[in-house]
């Protein structure tokens, strides 16, 4: 069994449909692939309808943006309800957020680039989640950069003087929503420094108070030694361990399955999910 349980669409910043995505994994020879795009659930159904078709356990997800004493953290949610007013009341203001942060970014570099937002509209699917990514992609056609990674690098690093941060919920309450929500929360490759600042173990710690299931050890953004301390971290909390990809399509270099879950973990997550649902109602 192979798992992959991270990965995007073009309802986020990926670069495949839900169903090209799908296609891939089946291509990549996995069992289960899970979508877990950035503050959005538009791309369930047809993933899902693609899995059935193609024969690709699908795992509906998402990537909650958050943000704690001025700290970027990304929590994987699976199996939440997609519904559920509360957590999709905190989605519509993130994304909003979104929009108004990436046109302010586009404005302030507008006279050194020539970028307009028009350009940048051009390169977001209907309704997707923005992000820099689409940023990055209306820089590249412009010829002002080679690729994501060169603008990540340059014009869009959250260090340079054209960086605009959105506004996000802080992990605890996302946590606690995702689990009223029926979700299985795990934190998204919490040590990746070179990212930017990291939560620290108490963090952690206080998130597990209020509901976090596990911790995603095995990413490409962490070092061999992050990956130990985190196990260890997982093993002293109690918490499940998964391994993903992080696949963003053609955006970024990260590979579908070039890191997996164990299927005693998955099998755990399902078994998880919808026990925290106010209503009583089990996801799976
Ligand atoms: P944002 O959510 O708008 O702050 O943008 C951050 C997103 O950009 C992350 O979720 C990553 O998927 C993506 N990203 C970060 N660094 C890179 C990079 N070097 N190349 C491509 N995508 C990146
Ligand atoms: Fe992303
Ligand atoms: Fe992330
Ligand atoms: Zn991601």
Redesign the pocket.
């Known amino acids: 069994m192979r798992i992959d349980l991270h990965t ?1 669409s073009t309802a986020s ?1 990926g670069t495949e449909r839900p169903s090209e995505l799908v296609a891939s994994a089946a291509g990549a020879g996995l069992d289960v692939v899970a979508l877990t795009d ?1 503050d959005t659930t538009s791309g369930w159904a047809e993933a899902l309808a693609a899995g059935e078709r193609l024969g690709v356990r699908v795992v509906p997800g998402m990537e909650v ?1 958050c943000l704690v004493h001025g700290v970027s953290v990304h929590l994987l949610s699976y199996w939440h309800d997609p519904a559920d007013a509360s957590l999709v009341g905190m989605l519509d203001a993130s994304r909003t957020s ?1 929009v108004t942060r990436a046109q302010r970014m586009v404005e302030r570099m507008s006279a050194d680039t020539g970028l307009r937002w028009e350009d940048v509209l051009a390169h977001v699917h209907g309704g997707a989640t923005i ?3 689409h940023i ?1 992609d209306a820089l590249v056609a412009a010829g002002v950069v080679a690729d ?2 060169e603008a ?2 340059t014009l869009l690093s959250g260090r340079g003087p054209y960086f605009v941060p959105h506004t996000a919920p802080d992990p605890l309450e996302a946590i606690a929503l995702v689990r009223a929500a029926g979700g299985v929360p795990v934190l998204a490759h919490p040590a990746a420094s070179k ?1 930017g600042s990291c939560v620290g173990d108490a963090d952690v710690e206080a998130m597990v108070a209020v509901g976090l299931a596990g911790l995603e050890v095995d990413h490409r953004d962490h070092s061999d030694a992050e990956r130990r301390h985190l196990r260890d971290l997982a093993r002293s909390l109690g918490l499940l361990v998964t391994g993903s990809s992080d696949y ?1 399509g053609t ?2 270099r990260n590979a579908l399955g070039e890191h997996t879950t164990d299927p005693d973990v998955l099998r755990e997550i399902e078994v998880r999910a919808g026990s925290g649902r106010a209503d009583g109602v089990r996801g799976a």
Do not use: Q, T
């Open positions: 995007h910043d950035h943006s979104r992000g820099r990514p990055a994501r990674d990540f690098a990212r963003h955006g970024k």
